[in-house]
């Protein structure tokens, strides 16, 4: 099967790779653009570890094909934080204990930006909702949680 | 002065930022499926969609005339002649006359990209004879199931058992049937429990290289580096030491990657392609069909009580099977079952038997959520009957120091009564329930393990620290190894670093497992961190020309012991750092042990349910875990340790089973279906660390990993009575299986 | 003499008895000594068990039973 060529915007930076049709973003990203730090957990959208944004909008990359990324805005947990100076949420997971094995971070990392960049004041209960769809077997979600109940609020006394 | 003959700590007990947490929020960390090399090939594995056929025919014409195809290994590319567990983990990661379960492999290719070698293994024709499975334990143990394995029973089953029974143990104390003449209560009861998978987040995935000299390399996520090591070479005939395994970060295990899957297949298949180096990146389907799951249960249990809650008498009756291979955890289940109570008589038996499923790996205090799910419900049963509290009952009947186990032999330092008592005054207990709200209390065990440990550590030339270990950091480890030995060592935590070394950088290591990271790892490194001490205070002694002896470390520093030794300032490591290349050269300690010592721990945990009697659905209103940790290093990581566990055993109680189709095939292979808890599903979980130190560990350590995925099975199933009256005696207790039952409830 | 405390299915190995007196000073020695005196536990022996000396499980086959309160032989133990 022949290869596409695609062009596309990933952490502001403008790449391009080749993708078998067949190909997931995600398979793009980690095999193609050597950007690992996106996991892929199922591969059926279940688990979340994938977790990208694509224009903004959040997604699960392992369900969305290479070539679909051409011309668009792919944001991953690379570009998370702006140099050395972390992101609040990478912050607060480090401060709070929020990860143990540290496989999910990054997607769930990516997952509370996109909420918090809609909702800068979730409650509790939203939090957990918003995350539903990103699996932690180490935590019991407690100080995922604390953490970004926590950057949010940091997060929205900066914007004060 | 020895660091655990003081009362107060500078570092243990403090909640520093992990070490490798910048890594793991920025996506750098490497894990067993980022890492690529020149030359590298895809591996991808042919499975059998069958529970139990024979293997008439393997075809692979077809995918070896693929372009792209660089190898094919099936079970002829193994050596012949293994036995016992060696045998079972061959015969598991590659089917030989017979397909065992469904998902078992029976055929790997390599190839240039990931799709050409899924494309390969469609192309790969097995013909398959299928024979009649058997899935259920109970069925498995008749006398008529279709026979796994001739000849799987080992010495322990007796003649004449059937033929699925792979071990049997039988063992307790005292005359129960006395014991149970002198209750006022007696019940006996049935339970069973569903496997459900460890379920970590990271599939399998390995990087392997072999050459046809013999000589390989592996990256590889596992919870055992060396463990890799012995069980690939085992399986495919090759000497140790040419195999170095280099362990990523992990994603999770909680015991199912203690052992082997498809590692030996990526050295196989590289092996055969000329050397190169063979990528194999397991599917979740991979993951839920053909690695370790545990195993499922069927227990009997029999309790006397008197009307003032001592217990007179138990019996325990276990089955359990743990796929098509001995190894079901039946033993540790009944160990474990009555461990928290002090029995005048008891009597415990256990069969392990074989089915048609994948072969069970640990998990998480293996056996140990089954036995109490069994036992603590039935003794929460029989308080409700004779209107006792459960945890009056659990403190008059609890073990303690000097007291006989269930098992036989006699308790060390525990920590039962103390966690009971700390349940008991807990603010939680004084909240009030609602309509349909129920609460439940249950207690759980696990012994802790230490295994073969070695740790070396060396001083740097500017005085900072380097630990290698050899247990890997599943969550948290490096923090606390670096506390204790930044502790001992006197000197600041950022100086020290801990790295999670290969296998050809340290003597041999078990895995992380049996809650030993910290505990094992950590006390070696207490030791090595000692002896390095040992040689800084010999080096400042002949510095200032007085005898080593006269020498003391204290706050990071070598100074005089005191006013007969002399006049000398004190010697700080960095000093001593940057001048041991010419005081004697590198400056190290090691230590290479069994540690001794370990310290078990109880567990108690605290569930307010509620249950909605028009769809039988549970919601977990508050948890509450309270568990023995010895002593917390890093109390964020112990507290993260018992909150994992309780959402691991609220998954277990509620969502998770493994469901199979009369076929015999697995029917949930993907998380939609296989449900682990998600963030929405749980409320915060409230923990209290309750430390009664382990004297067998210099600060006091017991290992905390395990313990907490026992208590919420039976809590859980407490908690449901408590709300709807009715008593779920099997698992996983989903909305329509309660629902069932208090319909029943409501017309019986 | 050491007592050592066996699981009681393996009894029909050893005539009946569940406590059995062997003649050891290590874990080695009782182990060596429970194969001679009932040769049917060899196999289970050697499948690997956890000998529990006070209480502890021993690190090692050189740990020593001299002065054991009690010993008692386990199924093997591990940890997920």
Redesign the interface.
Same mark, same amino acid.
């Given at each position: 099967m022949s290869k596409i060529h695609v062009t596309t915007t990933v952490n502001g930076d403008e790449v391009e790779f080749l993708a078998d049709p067949r190909e997931s973003l995600l398979d793009c990203l980690r095999d193609h653009l050597g950007l690992t730090g996106s996991k892929e957990g199922c591969g059926t959208g279940d688990c979340g570890a994938c977790s990208v944004t694509l224009d903004g909008t959040l997604v699960c990359s392992c369900l969305v094909l290479g070539v679909e990324a051409e011309g668009r805005r792919v944001a991953t947990i690379e570009g998370m934080a702006e140099g050395n100076a972390l992101h609040p949420l990478q912050r607060k997971f480090l401060e709070h204990a929020a990860l143990q094995c540290g496989f999910c971070t990054p997607g769930i990392l990516v997952a509370a930006k996109a909420l918090l960049e809609k909702n800068p004041d979730p409650t509790e209960t939203e939090v957990r909702y918003w995350l539903a769809g990103n699996l932690c077997r180490c935590t019991g979600y407690d100080k995922i949680i604390r953490a970004v109940l926590d950057a949010a609020a940091e997060m929205r006394q900066e914007a004060a | 002065m020895a660091k655990d003959e003081l009362s107060e700590f500078h570092l243990v007990g403090t909640r520093p930022l992990r070490p490798d947490g910048l890594d793991k929020v920025t996506g750098r960390a490497r894990y067993g499926a980022d890492v690529s090399m020149p030359g590298m090939l895809w591996g991808a594995v042919v499975r059998s969609p069958h529970a139990h056929a024979r293997i008439v025919r393997i075809d692979a014409s077809k995918a070896e005339a693929l372009p792209g195809v660089k190898a094919v290994v099936t079970r002829a590319d193994f050596p012949e002649g293994l036995t016992g567990e060696n045998w079972n983990l061959q015969e598991n990661t590659m089917a030989g006359e017979r397909a065992l379960y469904d998902g078992h492999a029976v055929a790997a290719v390599a190839a240039t990209s990931a799709l050409r070698a899924q494309e390969a293994a469609r192309l790969i024709e097995v013909e398959y004879e299928v024979l009649p499975h058997v899935i259920d334990v109970d069925d498995a143990i008749r006398p008529d199931a279709p026979v796994i394995r001739e000849g799987a029973a080992d010495a322990t089953v007796p003649e004449g058992s059937p033929p699925n029974v792979a071990r049997y143990i039988e063992f307790g104390h005292g005359d129960t049937e006395a014991g149970f003449a002198k209750a006022d209560l007696v019940r006996a009861r049935s339970y069973k429990t569903e496997a459900t998978h460890q379920g970590y987040i990271e599939p399998h995935a390995c990087l392997g290289q072999l050459g046809a000299d013999g000589k390989g390399e592996m990256w590889v996520c596992t919870q055992g580096q060396w463990f890799i090591r012995q069980m690939c070479s085992s399986v495919l005939g090759l000497e140790a030491a040419q195999l170095r395994v280099t362990p990523s970060e992990i994603g999770g295990g909680f015991g199912g990657k203690t052992t082997i899957f498809m590692e030996p297949l990526s050295l196989a298949l590289s092996r055969k392609a000329g050397g190169r180096p063979v990528k194999i990146v397991m599917t979740r389907s991979e993951v839920l069909r053909a690695t370790g799951p545990t195993a499922s249960a069927s227990m009997d249990v029999k309790i006397g009580m008197t009307k003032d809650g001592m217990i007179t008498a138990a019996d325990a009756e276990f089955r359990m099977q743990g796929g098509a291979f001995p190894g079901a955890p039946v033993d540790m289940a009944l160990y474990c079952a009555f461990a928290p109570y002090k029995l005048p008589a008891s009597r415990h038996v256990g069969y392990d038997v074989l089915a048609n499923r994948p072969k069970c790996a640990a998990y998480r205090a293996p056996g140990s959520p089954m036995g109490a799910f069994a036992v603590e419900s039935l003794i929460d049963e029989m308080c409700r009957e004779l209107g006792l509290d459960p945890l009056d009952v659990r403190l008059k009947n609890a073990v303690k120091e000097g007291d006989r186990a269930s098992y036989g032999p006699t308790f060390g330092s525990i920590g039962l009564v103390e966690t009971l008592e700390a349940v008991k005054s807990h603010p939680n207990l004084e909240l009030p329930l609602g309509p349909n709200q129920g609460r439940g209390i249950a207690s759980g065990y696990w012994f802790n393990h230490s295994g073969e440990t070695s740790v070396s550590l060396a001083i740097s030339e500017d005085g900072t620290v380097q630990v290698s270990v050899g247990t890997p950091d599943i969550g948290g480890s490096r923090a606390s190894i670096a506390l204790m030995t930044a502790e001992t060592l006197g000197i600041a935590y950022e100086d020290v670093r801990v790295n999670v070394v290969e296998t050809g950088a340290l003597g041999v290591n078990e895995p992380t497992h049996g809650s030993r990271a910290t505990f094992a790892s950590g006390k070696a490194a207490v030791i090595a961190a000692r002896r390095a001490i040992a040689e800084m205070c010999r080096r400042a002694a002949a510095e200032w020309g007085i005898d080593a002896e006269a020498v003391e470390w204290a706050n990071g520093a070598a100074q005089p012991a005191g006013p007969n030794a002399g006049k000398f300032p004190p010697m700080g490591i960095e000093e001593i750092a940057a001048k041991m290349g010419s005081t004697g050269g590198p400056i190290s300690g090691h230590h290479e042990s069994v540690p001794e010592g370990v310290g078990a721990s109880f567990g108690c945990h605290v569930v307010d349910v509620e249950v909605d009697p028009e769809t039988g659905r549970t919601t977990i209103l508050r948890y509450l875990v309270v568990q023995d940790a010895g002593r917390a290093i890093h109390p964020s990581y112990v507290e993260g340790q018992f909150q994992g566990g309780a959402a691991q055993g609220i998954g277990w109680a509620l969502n998770e089973a493994y469901v199979y189709g009369q076929d015999g095939r697995l029917q949930n292979a993907v998380f939609l279906d296989y449900r682990v808890p998600v963030a929405s599903d749980l409320p915060m979980i409230d923990t209290q660390i309750v430390e009664v130190p382990n004297p067998g560990h210099p600060f006091g350590v017991r290992g905390v990993g395990e313990t907490g995925i026992t208590p919420p099975l039976p809590a859980i199933a407490n908690a449901i009575e408590a709300a709807a009256g009715v008593r779920m005696r099997s698992l996983p207790m989903s909305p329509p299986k309660v629902l069932a039952a208090i319909k029943a409830a409501r017309e019986g | 003499m050491v007592t050592v405390?066996l699981?009681?299915?393996?009894e029909?190995f050893t005539g009946g008895q569940t406590a059995v007196e062997i003649e050891a000073e290590t874990v080695a020695g009782v182990l060596d000594g429970l194969k001679a005196a009932y040769p049917?536990l060899a196999?289970?022996l050697d499948?690997g068990v956890s000998v529990?000396i006070?209480? @502890?499980?021993a690190?090692?086959r050189h740990a020593s039973v001299a002065d054991a309160? @009690?010993v008692?032989l +386990?199924?093997r +133990?591990? $940890? $997920?």
């Open positions: - | - | 405390n699981w009681s299915s393996l029909r049917g196999p289970i499948t529990v006070d209480g @502890e499980v690190t090692g309160g @009690e008692f +386990m199924q +133990m591990k $940890g $997920g």
